[in-house]
Structures are given as structure tokens and as C-alpha cells.
């Protein structure tokens, strides 16, 4: 089956320094894929690469086994990739609908907006989720951490997703809290929506995550099946930057 | 938020919502308290009268308030509002025919084309403001604060110490004709308060403002132009606060240097009493009219009473002063009452 996204030979340099060094990486549709390393290990580089936030110097992209083009984030936007920064990029001053809409408001005749098409659209995109939120007019401030991680869940995949780059989703969270946006990454796979976990601490996605990426120094140590290895096998991936010893992982 | 909704809303938590609505509630706590004491201690405050004189004395700062409303909702400032009205004011004298004993060597022109001149200075001169501040990057605050000494300049230039009488005849009607008995300047301020209410909670326009004000760095992410948001704000208050100049000069019959400068407090003072957060993103049109009438209200009422004219200015300083702890309090508990979520 042709894999959602391919990056192929992905190479990016800062100054002559190789901060991802001929990355390739697939992922496929539903599919939960942790990226995993140190800071510094050329993951969040990668992603932006991805997202559209700086371009790669060499290297292929491929959504859907067609190979694209992605020089900005409206690019990646408009090829259904969305990116949820760590610190998710809300406006606390505005309540839930206006936060889904932010830069891209419904408007009815002579440019008013039409608040009651946007808060019908916002109570799909929440059902779609099975998100519950108290009320959607009370302002981002008044929700808790799990409520706006899911606020900006929600305004990512509401054009349209196919692929969700999530930056330590959990991080932030308390235990409760990491458990609901679980729920909602389970959920989103379910739909079909490819989502990238990116963490420096393996306990945030090792049970999130179906599958784990690991790099070291801009290059790619390799990626394993969550359910062929342990826990301390994958930190020593992250930290030796090889793969454990044993026939095909 | 997988939950179903909450069980049932717990008892209403009065000490919550008042914390949460402080900005709110402080400033029109204060308006009644301030007209109930007026109103007892003199027996000439409480008159249909004297209310139509409160509203014709802020009407003009209102002009000014709602630019400035704009400004500080994006999280910037304008110290410029009071010197840019003057030099407008100054500007439309300018343009039109002045009486011989007037004595400035000016450059008259039709009553419509000083007009639109004057307004074409205050685009410029916000224009110049908005360049500064977007693209070179000046704080608001000290480009601001530059304009209001190029204001002040154009307006002595012009002027050299002498004083104008004579504007165009429809400012002269909008600035003191009246409409149906009552001030057209009155319905001025209203209508230019309602068509700013209406942009900042209807339109996209109105909701980037709050969002440039709110979390600058989510509105660019968001694909909002935040350098375009700030510069209309400065445009808008430079264009509104040459208006006011213009209206005010007719309104007070005469046009000359400082004219316009109790205007910059007054207006700064109407939006934060209002409730506007300094920081930007949160309060409106709403608050700005609360806090014009508290003004108004403080302004008028001090007059009514027996006070040392000298100890007013005090307790207008000490008043504002009470306002901007209260307005720094409220950010600092919606803040914490957030993050202990």
C-alpha cells in the first residue's frame, strides 16, 4: 500500500551544519508514528521540513506516492498537513469557536462574520472528536490544559487533515489529562488521519505511539514497531544511536 | 472533555465570576457611585440638562477614545491623539478663508477641499506613524511620542502664535449646529462608537485586533497579517483624532497651538477606566463608554460641587491612578485564576 507520506533522502544544512542528514521516512495512513531524539537530534527539523516552515536542500517528498512540492506552511496547509506547536497557538482571549476559525472565519454578506455557521461547524468538528467542552463561548483561558490541547486538535484537522504533526503533545499534561488527548489520538487514527508525535522523553509516546523513529546527530537510527521492543531498548537507541541487537525489528 | 458535560452546574461561585468580570463590574461600580454622590451633594448635578452637557463634554473625546480604543486593544499605544487633533484643526483653519483680523497668511480654499485635505493630512501623518512602528520597528510608544512633537510642530508652523475663526460651514454644523434640538456632535460620537462596536465584534477586521492583542505570535501563525493590523489601528486613530481636531475647533469657535492638550489624558485615562487591558486583547467599545462617562461624570460633577479648583486635578490623577491598579490587578488574577486551571 503506497504510504500517506514518503520523505525520501531528506537533507537540510545550517551553515555547513547537517542538522538532518539524508532522512527517509514513511508513514502511513491511521498510522501513530513517534519521532524520537535528544534536542539537537535534527527531529524538529525534519517535521518543519514537513510542515512547510523552512524547505529542505535536498530530497523528496511524496504524499500519496505523488511527489510534491512544499516551499511554505500555506503549502503544507493546502496538502492537508497541520502542525500543533507545543505551545498550540491559541488566542486566550477568545473563546473556543473563534480559536477553530483563527485566520480563517466564515463571513456572511458585507464581510460580517457568521458566528452561528462557525459555531455549528465547531460543534461537528467536537462531535466528530467525541469532544465534550463545558460551553464553546467561554474563553480559551477558562479551559484546562487537555481542553485546549483538544481546542487546537480540533481547529487542526477541521480543513481537512491527512496528516497531524504534533509537538510533545503531552508534555504539559497532567496524567488524566494525557490519557483524554490518548483517547483522541486513538481516535483520530481510527479516521484515518497519519499523526506524528514528536518527544525527547520516550514515556510522553511509547504507548501512543504504533510505531518509533529514532534520530541521533540529523541522522535516522532507525524505526521499530512499538510492539517488537521495550522501553529501555528504545532509549538505547535514542542515546547509543544503534538498533538493538536481534533479528528484524 | 471526553466526558459527557458536567453533572450539573455547581452553585453559581460568586467570587469567581466577580474576578473574572472585575474589569467589567470596577469601572461601572464606580460610575454609579460617583453619579449617586454627585446627585446628593448638588442639587444642580441631577438635570436633564446637565446630563446632555455631560455627553456634549466627552463627545469629542470619544472621537479620540475610540481610535485609541483600537490601539490599545493590539496591545500598542498612541500618545499622539491630542497633538495630531490640534494640527488638524489647525490644518482645516488653514484651507479656509479667516476673517482679516485673523492674521495668518494661509492658503484658503472651497469649505469641502479643506476638508479634504485636513483628513488627507491625518491619514499621513497615521501612515507616517504606521511606518514607523511596522516597518522600522519604533515601540509604539516612542514613535508615538516623536508624532506628537510633529504635530505640535505642524500646528505652530501654521498657526505662528495667532488664532483662527473661520471653518468650513458643514464641520461648522457637526461641531456646533444642532440636529432636532439636540448637538450634532452628540450623534456624531454615537454613531462613530457604534460603527466601532460593530467592527471589532462582527468583523474579521475587529476579531484580529483582538487577536493581535491577545497572542501575537497564534494571529501569524494563523496567517493574519498582524504589521497591517497594527499599522490600520495607528491609521484609524490618527484619522479619528484629526476628525475630533476638526470638530473640536468648531465646537470651541477658535483654532490655535495647545489647544487640544487636556484631550490625551482624557482620552487615554476614558479607555483604561473603561476596563481596556494596557496589554492588549481584551475589553472594547463597551468599556471605552463607561469610562468616557466616568470621566464625564468626575469631569462635570466637580464643577457642581464646592471643591479648590487646584485639588480636582489631583483627584482626577489620584481616580486614573485607582483605575490602572485595578486594571493591572484584573490581568495579574486572570492570569493566575488560568494557570492554576
Same mark, same amino acid.
Given at each position: ?40 537530534? =535534527?527531529?524538529? #527539523?525534519?517535521?518543519?521540513? @514537513? &510542515?512547510?516552515?523552512?524547505?529542505? $536542500? +535536498?530530497?523528496?517528498? /511524496?504524499?500519496? %506516492? ?13 496538502? =492537508?498537513?497541520? #502542525?500543533?506547536?507545543?505551545? @498550540? &497557538?491559541?488566542?486566550?482571549?477568545? $473563546? +473556543?469557536?473563534?480559536? /477553530?476559525?483563527? %485566520? ?21 468538528? @467536537? ?36 496528516? @497531524? ?85 | ?341
Amino acid at each position: 500500500m503506497t504510504p500517506l507520506v514518503e520523505l525520501r533522502n531528506i537533507v537540510k544544512t545550517f551553515g555547513g551544519v547537517h542538522a538532518v542528514d539524508d532522512v527517509s521516512l514513511s508513514l502511513a495512513e491511521g498510522e501513530v508514528l513517534g519521532l524520537l531524539g535528544h534536542n539537537g537530534a =535534527g527531529k524538529s #527539523t525534519l517535521i518543519k521540513v @514537513l &510542515a512547510g516552515v523552512f524547505p529542505a $536542500d +535536498s530530497g523528496t517528498i /511524496l504524499i500519496q %506516492g505523488q511527489p510534491v512540492s512544499i516551499r511554505s506552511t500555506r503549502d503544507a496547509k493546502t496538502l =492537508g498537513i497541520e #502542525t500543533i506547536y507545543q505551545t @498550540l &497557538a491559541l488566542s486566550e482571549n477568545l $473563546d +473556543s469557536v473563534a480559536n /477553530l476559525f483563527l %485566520g480563517r472565519e466564515m463571513t456572511g454578506p458585507l464581510g460580517f462574520m457568521n458566528e452561528e455557521a462557525m459555531e455549528e461547524q465547531a460543534r461537528k468538528t @467536537l462531535g466528530r472528536l467525541k469532544l465534550h467542552l463545558p460551553s464553546l463561548s467561554s474563553l480559551v483561558q477558562s479551559l484546562s490544559g487537555g481542553q485546549r490541547q483538544a481546542v487546537a486538535i480540533a481547529r487542526a484537522i477541521h480543513f481537512n487533515a491527512r496528516v @497531524l504533526i504534533m509537538d510533545e503533545p503531552t508534555a504539559a499534561l497532567g496524567p488524566e489529562e494525557t490519557l483524554k488527548v490518548a483517547a483522541l489520538v486513538a481516535e483520530l487514527s481510527r479516521q484515518g488521519i497519519g499523526i506524528i508525535l514528536i518527544s525527547h522523553d520516550i514515556h510522553d509516546i511509547f504507548d501512543l505511539a504504533s510505531r518509533l523513529a529514532v534520530m541521533k546527530n540529523g541522522r535516522l537510527v532507525g524505526a521499530v514497531s512499538t510492539a517488537d521492543v521495550t522501553q529501555d531498548e528504545v532509549l538505547a537507541m535514542i542515546i547509543a544511536g544503534k538498533m538493538p541487537e536481534r533479528p528484524n525489528s | 472533555m471526553t466526558e459527557a458535560a458536567k453533572p450539573s452546574p455547581k452553585s453559581f461561585d460568586w467570587a469567581q465570576f466577580v474576578r473574572s468580570q472585575l474589569r467589567n463590574i470596577a469601572p461601572l461600580i464606580t460610575l454609579i457611585a460617583l453619579f449617586v454622590f454627585f446627585s446628593l451633594a448638588s442639587k444642580s448635578f441631577l438635570t436633564l440638562d446637565n446630563f446632555v452637557n455631560i455627553l456634549a463634554q466627552v463627545s469629542l473625546t470619544s472621537i479620540i477614545a475610540v481610535g485609541l480604543t483600537f490601539v490599545i486593544l493590539t496591545g500598542e499605544i498612541d500618545l499622539s491623539v491630542a497633538a495630531v487633533a490640534n494640527a488638524i484643526g489647525i490644518v482645516m483653519a488653514f484651507f479656509t478663508l479667516q476673517p482679516d483680523y485673523a492674521n495668518i497668511q494661509n492658503v484658503p480654499v472651497p469649505g469641502l477641499v479643506a476638508v479634504v485635505f485636513a483628513l488627507a493630512a491625518c491619514g499621513a501623518l497615521g501612515l507616517i506613524t504606521a511606518f514607523g512602528v511596522t516597518r522600522i520597528g519604533i515601540p509604539s510608544f516612542i514613535m508615538t511620542l516623536a508624532m506628537m512633537q510633529i504635530a505640535a510642530g505642524v500646528s505652530a508652523m501654521l498657526v505662528r502664535g495667532q488664532i483662527a475663526y473661520s471653518f468650513p460651514m458643514i464641520i461648522q454644523t457637526l461641531g456646533s449646529g444642532k440636529f432636532m434640538g439636540l448637538r450634532w456632535l452628540i450623534v456624531v460620537a454615537v454613531v462613530t462608537l457604534l460603527i466601532a462596536h460593530l467592527v471589532l465584534t462582527y468583523t474579521r477586521f475587529g476579531r484580529y485586533i483582538y487577536m493581535t492583542g491577545g497572542n501575537r505570535d497564534a494571529a501569524e501563525y494563523s496567517g493574519v497579517n498582524v504589521k497591517f493590523i497594527i499599522g490600520s489601528v495607528m491609521v484609524i486613530s490618527a484619522m479619528l483624532s484629526g476628525f475630533s481636531g476638526m470638530l473640536g475647533v468648531a465646537y470651541f469657535g477658535s483654532a490655535q497651538q495647545n489647544q487640544f492638550d487636556t484631550f490625551l489624558l482624557d482620552a487615554i485615562a476614558a479607555v483604561v477606566v473603561g476596563g481596556t487591558s494596557l496589554f492588549g486583547g481584551r475589553g472594547g467599545i463597551g468599556n471605552t463608554i463607561i469610562g468616557l462617562l466616568v470621566l464625564g461624570v468626575l469631569n462635570n460633577g466637580l464643577d457642581h460641587v464646592n471643591i479648590d479648583s487646584f485639588l480636582k486635578i489631583l483627584i482626577r490623577g489620584l481616580i486614573l491612578l485607582i483605575a490602572l491598579i485595578v486594571n493591572v490587578y484584573a490581568q495579574k488574577m486572570r492570569d493566575s485564576s488560568a494557570t492554576t486551571e
